[in-house]
Nanobody, 125 residues
Framework: VQLQASGGGLVQSDSSLRLSCGAS????????VAWYREAPGKERERIAC????????YYVDSVKGRFTVSRDNAKRSVYLEMNSVKPEDTAVYYC???????????????????WGRGTLVTVSS
């Protein structure tokens, strides 16, 4: 079982970046997926969620209107399109997954069935 976030890097403020969360070893299409980030010196926060079929999404206020979460179950991947990034978006970004049988809510909090390895996003001003 593996869940891996990728696509991070160093970008300038107001630019765009797309993160990917790839899955292997489990029935990805039956899982909700959440994106988290952990900024230096801060607690890990949940910033977006997407339901198993992609029909429902959630965003925390700080990224609403700038970030978009989507998924392609055929490719076993979830994406986080980040637009108009700001220095305060600098963080390690993680994805997490939960089986639909484990929650009626497509955006449950931790603990999660699976956590992915993070990817670092650094936004320069």
């Amino acid at each position: 079982v593996q869940l891996q976030a990728s696509g991070g890097g160093l970008v300038q403020s107001d630019s765009s970046l797309r993160l990917s969360c790839g899955a292997s070893g489990f029935q990805f299409g039956s899982y909700y997926v959440a994106w988290y980030r952990e900024a230096p010196g801060k607690e890990r926060e949940r910033i977006a969620c997407i339901s198993d079929d992609g029909s429902n999404t959630y965003y925390v206020d700080s990224v609403k209107g700038r970030f978009t979460v989507s998924r392609d179950n055929a490719k076993r991947s979830v994406y986080l399109e980040m637009n108009s990034v700001k220095p305060e978006d600098t963080a390690v970004y993680y994805c997490a997954a939960d089986h639909t049988h484990h929650s009626h809510n497509f955006c449950p909090g931790a603990p999660h069935d699976y956590w992915g390895r993070g990817t670092l996003v650094t936004v320069s001003s």
